[in-house]
C-alpha cells in the first residue's frame, strides 16, 4: 500500500452519491485534502448534463469519474491503483472492491465504509478495513459490536468557519424561522408546521428551504392551516449562505440525522436552534444551554413560542451553539482525521 511521503503520494478513490449530506462530504473533503500528501479522485455514477453536482466538480476542477456500473469501477480501480477507496453504504463498491480482491488479493486498496445515518447499514461490512461514521450514533444498531469489530471510527462531520454572524432581530422585529430540508415524509417538515399553526398569531415568517416528493402536500397544508401569509417554500439552494444570514432561528424537525449538517451550518451563523432530538449533533446540544431541544413533536409549539419570544434568548443560544461549533466541528479538524485514518491505512510506498 502508497502512503504519503517522499516516494509518492496516497492514491484515494472517494465514491460518492450526487445529492445531500454524502455529496457534500466527500465534495468538500476531496478539496481540503493535502495534494501533497493524497491524490484524491471523486467516483460517481453518470451525471447530468446540467446536474448542479458537475458545476461543483468543474469549478473546484476536483478530478472526477463516472462509472456505470461497478464492473466498469473495478477496471478503473485496477487501472489506477488506488490504495484507498471510501465508500458510502451503497452496493456498487462493495461489488466492485470484490472484483478487485480477486485480482489482487491482499495487495487490494483498502476500504472505508462510511455511515451517514443512523440504524443498520443497507450493505454488508464484510470488506471493510475501517468503518468510519459521521457520529456515534450511526455506529449504533442492535448487534454493531459484533459486526464492526473493532473496526469502527467516528470522524465527525465539520463545516467551515466563518466571521461573526449577523445580529438577531430585536424586540418589537419579525423573527425568520428557517428550515433546511429535504421535503421528505421522513423529514417531518409537517410536524413543524402543525406546531407553528398553533402558535398565537405573532409576527413570524417561516422559509423554507429544499424540495422534494412531499412539497406539493406540505403546501396543501399550509393553506389548511391558515398559514400562507407566514410561510415561503424557497426551493432548492446551491448556497444555504444567504438564507442563514437572514435568519433568526432554524427549525429541525427530523426524527433522525446521521449528523445534522444544516443544524452545524446554522449554528455556526449563530442562529439559535430548535430541534429534536435526533441523533448526530443533537446529541451533544444541551437543552437550554446551546438549543432548544425536544423528543416528542407535542412538546415543539411550546418550545416555538419560547424562542420567538424573546430576542435576548435566541442571542444567548445561537452564541453558545456556535462556540460548541467551533471547539467540537470544524470543518478542518474532519480533514485533519481522514488525513490521518488515510496515513494509517497506507504506511509504506509501493512500486508502480
Do not use: C
Not at 309 to 333: N, P, Q, S, T
Amino acid at each position: 500500500m502508497v502512503a504519503e511521503g517522499p516516494q509518492g503520494r496516497a492514491r484515494v478513490s472517494l465514491f460518492t452519491s450526487t445529492e445531500g449530506g454524502a455529496w457534500r462530504h466527500s465534495f468538500e473533503l476531496a478539496r481540503a485534502l493535502d495534494p501533497a500528501r493524497f491524490e484524491v479522485e471523486l467516483l460517481t455514477r453518470p451525471l447530468r448534463a446540467g446536474a448542479p453536482a458537475r458545476r461543483e466538480l468543474r469549478a473546484a476542477e476536483v478530478a472526477h469519474v463516472e462509472v456505470e456500473d461497478h464492473e466498469a469501477l473495478a477496471r478503473h480501480l485496477l487501472r489506477r491503483r488506488s490504495d484507498i477507496v471510501q465508500h458510502y453504504d451503497s452496493l456498487l463498491p462493495i461489488l466492485a472492491l470484490d472484483l478487485v480482491e480477486q485480482e489482487l488479493g491482499e495487495d487490494r486498496p483498502r476500504s472505508i465504509q462510511l455511515l451517514h445515518a443512523n440504524g443498520r447499514p443497507r450493505v454488508p461490512l464484510d470488506l471493510a478495513d475501517v468503518v468510519v461514521g459521521v457520529s456515534a450514533s450511526t455506529l449504533r444498531w442492535p448487534g454493531a459490536a459484533e459486526a464492526l469489530a473493532g473496526r469502527a471510527r467516528v470522524i465527525p462531520n465539520g463545516v467551515h468557519l466563518g466571521p461573526a454572524p449577523r445580529r438577531v432581530a430585536g424586540e418589537g422585529e419579525a423573527p425568520v424561522i428557517l428550515a433546511l430540508t429535504r421535503l421528505v415524509e421522513g423529514k417531518a417538515v409537517d410536524a413543524g408546521l402543525r406546531a407553528l399553526g398553533q402558535l398565537e398569531r405573532g409576527a413570524w415568517t417561516h422559509r423554507i428551504v429544499g424540495d422534494g416528493p412531499a412539497r406539493a402536500q406540505l403546501e396543501a397544508l399550509v393553506d389548511e392551516l391558515g398559514l400562507s401569509a407566514r410561510v415561503r417554500f424557497v426551493g432548492a439552494v446551491d448556497d444555504p449562505r444567504p438564507e442563514l444570514e437572514a435568519a433568526d432561528l432554524l427549525l429541525s424537525t427530523s426524527p433522525s440525522e446521521g449528523f445534522g449538517l444544516a443544524l452545524a451550518e446554522a449554528a455556526e451563523a449563530g442562529l439559535a436552534l430548535v430541534t429534536r432530538r435526533a441523533g448526530g449533533l443533537s446529541e451533544a446540544l444541551v437543552h437550554g444551554e446551546h438549543a432548544l431541544v425536544y423528543d416528542e413533536p407535542e412538546q415543539l409549539p411550546a418550545l416555538l413560542a419560547r424562542a420567538l419570544g424573546d430576542a435576548r434568548e435566541r442571542g444567548r443560544l445561537g452564541a453558545a451553539a456556535r462556540r460548541l461549533i467551533h471547539a467540537r466541528f470544524d470543518h478542518a479538524g474532519m480533514v485533519r482525521g481522514y488525513e490521518a485514518l488515510y496515513a494509517e491505512l497506507a504506511p509504506r510506498t509501493r512500486a508502480r
